[in-house]
C-alpha cells in the first residue's frame, strides 16, 4: 500500500466554485499535515499545515484532517483562475525530518 | 518575505560528469534538505542535513550523492558520477528551528543528464 495517495485529476471547476482536494494515507504515526501548492516546473510553496485532527482555517483555504480515516483534505472557497495548480499533500512523521509526498491533484478553475 | 534561492536554474550534464547543485536556504533557518522530482512523479526526499551534519538519507541518496554546507550561506548537492536516471528537478528546502516539519521549498534546479 502507497503511503500517500491523491487522486491524479485534473479537477476542472468554474471560477467561484468551492474545490475539495483529498489525500489518504496508510501510516498512523504521521502526525503533522501539510499542503502544498506548486506550480509548473515550480518549487511547491506551503500553504498551510495542521496537527494531528481538526481543522485550520486560512483565508479561503480550510485544512482538514480525519486521523481515524487517515483522511486529509483542503477546501478552496471562491475559487480563482490563480489557484490553478498542482496541490501536493506531504506528510510528516515525527520520528524523522522527510516529508511524505503525494503525487499531487492538478486543479483547473476556469473563469 | 524571505525565500530559498536555487542556481543554476537549469543544468546540462554528460553521463559520469560531476555536477554540484547550489542553495542559499532561509537565513534564519537551520535544517537544510533535498529532495528530487523526476518529471511526471512524485517529490521524493533525498537528505536532510542539521548542526553540519546529515540528520536522516533515504535510499536514494547514496554514495555518489554528498552534501555540504561550505559557508554560513550555502548548502550543496554534489552529485559525482551522474547517470541518466538522475535528470529530474532537484529542491533544496529549509526550515526553522524546532519545526522540522515546516519546510520551504526552492525553485529548484532542473538537471538533463545526456
Known amino acids: 500500500q502507497k503511503e500517500v495517495e491523491q487522486d491524479p485529476g485534473p479537477l476542472s471547476v468554474p471560477e467561484g466554485a468551492i474545490v475539495s482536494l483529498n489525500c489518504t494515507y496508510s501510516?498512523?504515526?504521521?502526525?503533522?499535515f501539510m499542503w502544498y501548492r506548486q506550480y509548473s516546473r515550480k518549487g511547491p510553496e506551503l500553504l498551510m499545515y495542521t496537527y494531528s485532527s481538526g481543522n485550520k482555517e486560512d483565508g479561503r483555504f480550510t485544512a482538514q484532517v480525519d486521523k481515524s480515516s487517515k483522511y486529509i483534505s483542503l477546501f478552496i472557497r471562491d475559487s480563482q483562475p490563480s489557484d490553478s495548480a498542482t496541490y501536493l499533500c506531504?506528510?510528516?512523521?515525527?520520528?524523522?525530518?522527510?516529508?511524505?509526498f503525494g503525487g499531487g491533484t492538478r486543479l483547473m478553475v476556469k473563469p | 518575505e524571505p525565500e530559498v534561492t536555487q542556481t543554476p536554474s537549469h543544468q546540462v550534464t554528460q553521463m559520469g560528469q560531476e555536477v554540484i547543485l547550489r542553495c542559499v536556504p532561509i537565513?534564519?533557518?537551520?535544517?537544510f534538505y533535498w529532495y528530487r522530482q523526476i518529471l511526471g512523479q512524485k517529490v521524493e526526499f533525498l537528505v536532510s542535513f542539521y548542526n553540519n551534519e546529515i540528520s536522516e538519507k533515504s535510499e536514494i541518496f547514496d554514495d555518489q550523492f554528498s552534501v555540504e554546507r561550505p559557508d554560513g550561506s550555502n548548502f550543496t548537492l554534489k552529485i559525482r558520477s551522474t547517470k541518466l536516471e538522475d535528470s529530474a528537478m532537484y529542491f533544496c528546502?529549509?526550515?526553522?528551528?524546532?519545526?522540522?516539519?515546516?519546510?520551504?521549498f526552492g525553485p529548484g534546479t532542473r538537471l538533463t543528464v545526456t
Open positions: 506531504a506528510i510528516h512523521n515525527n520520528a524523522g525530518n522527510m516529508l511524505t
Open positions: 501510516n498512523s504515526a504521521f502526525q503533522y
Open positions: 528546502a529549509s526550515g526553522p528551528t524546532g519545526r522540522p516539519y515546516e519546510q520551504y
Open positions: 537565513s534564519n533557518h537551520l535544517y
